[in-house]
């Protein structure tokens, strides 16, 4: 067994186990579905919109090099350039060549699964200082704690956990909890030498890159620090910034149930004359870190289109159950199950083929139509075709049986039908009526 799946499936039953957790997570579900619901009756044709985003992202995939090398072209000027990473190797060595340059001691990060994907803070000499931005991120790194969850921990919890990390009381509830922790984080803005951060889109007509949020920690970052990294997977790009608007709004409308994100910015790079705040330096870190493995395979390549909203896991029921921290791994859901196994190691990560129902829901609430379960369905195939995990074993030949079953599952249910409509037919005409 994989030290990862060993891991996966130690947290998943300690996860699955804890009542009080799960309960927090199915209220914080059933809020946001409710919120989701009320905020789609706003579009007057919401699966146009799909379609339209599935449109823009297939077609920004499909021609990713044109698109990419006009970002390149569009964004580039003095102090602003464009850079690019084979893997991740390539592309911390970059950034510590970055860091080296400006001199960098300090640095802000806001939450980003390319960021993540990096193990970058893993990987920083000694003295230069990493700071999570991200209320989640922060907690988590201030109190040391990596179990802390904000959709899984009762507040109690977690307030406990601060008010000991700081030596000083906390009152409880969510908002004496949010400005607690904003106050502790706001200096570190102010002397930061670099902020890193993702991307939402690339957009390549114009030469921008586009960010959402809600908790405004990106503004904050991009106001003080002197240089800024994007650090950003090349399936980020989009054509045109007209595509923007329609992108944006679903993300926010299935992100998190809202008409759109708190806080959205479109940057072309770093502080112009006339503006008072902003970077002097900016680089986009464009990465491929086996985003090639995903697009080498006809279907799974769909799952490039992906806008990272996350709601296909809020329809997730593995998800739900066993709750985002189980995962380790940069993408979760059903979206991680199709990505990760593909773009890291498929032995490794065998166990996130199974960590999904193959319900339908997440596809169907998904902005830009990927069809997940179908997608993991091929990720099993691809790996009982392999035979990865060795030809004889008793569970390699249950899933075989399971992945083919499920693949002609409807074929199974079409052939019944019919024999049932044409049984019929014979027992009316030979009753007579
Ligand atoms: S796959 Fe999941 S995270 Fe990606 S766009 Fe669809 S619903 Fe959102």
Redesign the pocket.
Known sequence: MSDFKHSFLSHADKAASDITGYQIMAEATALYKRRRSDTCAYYSNLELARDRALYTRSKAIANAETYLKDFELNFSKPKAKVLWALDEKDAVTTILQLLHKHDVKKIVASRSAAVNELFLKEQLPQDVTFVETAFQEFVNQVTDNEEIDLLRTPHKEMADHLSETFQSPLELGSKPMVQFVTKKMRNHFFDADAVITGANFLVSDVGGVALSENEGNICRACAFAKTHIVVAGYDKIIPSINDVETLWTLFAS??DGTLLTAYNSLIFGPRASYEDDGPENMYVIIINNGRDAVLRHKQQQK?L?????????RYCSVWNTIGEKTYQTPYT???GSVLTPLMKDMRSYRHLLYASTLSKK?AQ????K?P?HELIGYNRELFIKKKIAGNFSLWNIFMKYNAFFLGKRNIIRKVLIKRFVARTRIELVTSGL
Do not use: D, F, Q
């Open positions: 299935s992100g799952a289109h992906c806008i990272r909203c996350g709601a296909c896991k859901g059903p979206i997440p609430h998904c902005p830009v990927i997940l």
